[in-house]
């Protein structure tokens, strides 16, 4: 069984447009993030949930948008999208200490 | 918030010796640091990880260390191989539910 899945696992897409990454986790934990890694590797955490409460929101524009229907769930919604926004996006979900990461989404905005 | 300085950023060792990863941080609260490894193109997973009760860890040919006073801790794999080749991340843990601190990274290269 998967324990944090990402769809879709890559996005290609035009600069303006409004893109949506989703994050599922059956791990049964309170709180979900999400991370943006960028081509130096650095992982800048950006948004954290604990069921269904935003608890961080880091200094990130407010073209991106998370929504966490229920706390198995964390989507993470992109307006406007801009050249700099190419990444790869993981999601994550812990409950007391480990962080257990999804696959990843690469997003290219061309 | 938390500011997690990670050294070396780059590192290459022949296969059979060792390699050393240190992080120094600042906020005395911290009490749990993980280790993440990352292989390329896949996500970063927790490989060990060790509490602020504990200055030493060791699992197999890893092992890690940790020193309050000084507010460093540090990464030792031994003997390596080259499946050990990745980025690997230290973190620490911050006074925010969960929030894990990262550091920027190391990209270990081991050669034949």
Same mark, same amino acid.
């Given at each position: 069984?998967?324990?944090?899945?990402?769809t879709p696992k890559y996005l290609v897409t035009q600069m303006g447009n409004d893109k949506s990454i989703k994050c599922?986790?059956?791990?049964?934990?309170?709180?979900?993030?999400?991370?943006?890694?960028?081509?130096?590797?650095?992982?800048?955490?950006?948004?954290?949930?604990?069921?269904?409460?935003?608890?961080?929101?880091?200094?990130?524009?407010?073209?991106?948008?998370?929504?966490?229907?229920?706390?198995?769930?964390?989507?993470?919604?992109?307006?406007?999208?801009?050249?700099?926004d190419s990444a790869v996006y993981f999601c994550a979900s812990s409950q007391t200490h480990e962080q257990f990461f999804?696959?990843?989404?690469?997003?290219?905005?061309l | 918030g938390e500011n997690v300085e990670q050294h070396p950023s780059t590192l290459s060792v022949q296969e059979g010796?060792? /390699? *050393?990863?240190?992080?120094?941080? %600042?906020?005395?609260? &911290?009490?749990?640091?993980?280790?993440?490894?990352? !292989?390329?193109?896949?996500?970063?997973?927790?490989?060990?990880?060790?509490?602020?009760?504990?200055?030493?860890?060791?699992?197999?040919?890893? /092992? *890690?260390?940790?020193?309050?006073? %000084?507010?460093?801790? &540090?990464?030792?794999?031994?003997?390596?191989?080259? !499946?050990?080749?990745?980025?690997?991340?230290?973190?620490?843990?911050?006074?925010?539910?969960?929030?894990?601190?990262?550091?920027?990274?190391?990209?270990?290269?081991?050669?034949?």
């Amino acid at each position: 069984d998967t324990a944090v899945s990402q769809t879709p696992k890559y996005l290609v897409t035009q600069m303006g447009n409004d893109k949506s990454i989703k994050c599922e986790q059956n791990l049964g934990h309170d709180t979900m993030y999400w991370y943006k890694q960028d081509s130096k590797k650095f992982l800048k955490i950006m948004f954290s949930y604990n069921n269904k409460e935003l608890i961080i929101n880091e200094t990130v524009p407010n073209r991106f948008s998370p929504k966490s229907p229920d706390k198995a769930h964390l989507n993470l919604h992109i307006n406007s999208l801009e050249l700099g926004d190419s990444a790869v996006y993981f999601c994550a979900s812990s409950q007391t200490h480990e962080q257990f990461f999804g696959p990843g989404t690469r997003l290219t905005v061309l | 918030g938390e500011n997690v300085e990670q050294h070396p950023s780059t590192l290459s060792v022949q296969e059979g010796d060792s /390699a *050393v990863i240190k992080c120094t941080y %600042s906020d005395s609260a &911290s009490n749990y640091f993980p280790w993440y490894k990352q !292989e390329l193109g896949k996500r970063p997973q927790l490989i060990i990880d060790i509490r602020s009760n504990v200055g030493e860890k060791k699992d197999q040919r890893i /092992a *890690v260390t940790l020193n309050m006073t %000084s507010k460093h801790f &540090s990464l030792h794999i031994s003997e390596t191989h080259r !499946e050990v080749s990745a980025v690997y991340f230290c973190a620490l843990r911050g006074s925010t539910l969960g929030r894990l601190y990262f550091g920027r990274g190391t990209q270990l290269t081991v050669w034949p």
